[in-house]
């Protein structure tokens, strides 16, 4: 209709965990020398919660040890009860851990102990785990889907997989682990695009200049 159009993402305030990594490991169980993958939202079809889990096992024990992998979910919700039987029929119970859902102020707490943010969704309206996995400087692993590929660009600020694709989150779970160079270069970038893009303080501005706007009558 050739009505102009402006989009502001949604304004949020994320905090980081004033405490610092080692001892929040130590008091949720975790050692200084695991590689904790975190998944973060509602455990539902969705959110591609079983997806993960697949490609995590598929992993293999074997691997999964030598390289100190611990996968943790936090969140809660219908598929939960099949995912824990899953890991316990398969005797993974030691490397796949359900914390269930944390109060607000400590989700900051999750994103500081962990290594890797998979968010393995077919569809998302805005990322804002995502958003909050930059803010925090995760190296993150997302769909090639609506409302994550908007925030990431694969190879540029973190990796995107194919939808539903079990072996290709598996390969991209590996070239994480395996090289360390790829992980901080792709996390450092998703930190800079938050601030460039999503920061609270710039948004607001965004916000207070769009609303000044349309009282003075520039928009109509």
Do not use: W
């Amino acid at each position: 209709s050739g009505r102009k159009m402006k989009v502001i993402p949604p304004l949020i305030p994320f905090r980081e965990s004033k405490i610092p990594k080692g001892e929040l490991r130590n008091k949720y169980g975790f050692s200084d020398d695991d590689m904790i993958i975190l998944s973060l939202g509602s455990i539902k079809k969705i959110k591609g919660c079983d997806k993960l889990l697949d490609a995590f096992l598929n992993l293999g024990k074997r691997y999964i040890k030598e390289k100190n992998l611990k996968l943790l979910y936090v969140g809660d919700g219908p598929m939960k009860p099949a995912l824990k039987r899953e890991v316990n029929d398969r005797s993974f119970n030691q490397y796949v851990k359900f914390f269930g859902s944390v109060p607000y102020e400590k989700v900051s707490q999750m994103y500081k102990l962990a290594d890797i943010y998979v968010i393995p969704s077919l569809f998302e309206s805005f990322g804002i785990s995502v958003a909050e996995a930059m803010f925090n400087g995760l190296p993150i692993i997302g769909t090639d889907a609506n409302g994550i590929n908007s925030l990431i660009s694969h190879q540029k600020n973190g990796l995107l997989f194919e939808k539903g694709d079990i072996e290709d989150l598996k390969e991209k779970i590996e070239e994480l682990v395996e090289d360390q160079n790829m992980s901080n270069r792709l996390s450092n970038a998703a930190k800079n695009d938050y601030l460039k893009n999503y920061k609270f303080d710039n948004i607001l501005s965004e916000h207070i200049k769009l609303y000044k706007n349309i009282v003075e009558g520039i928009y109509d």
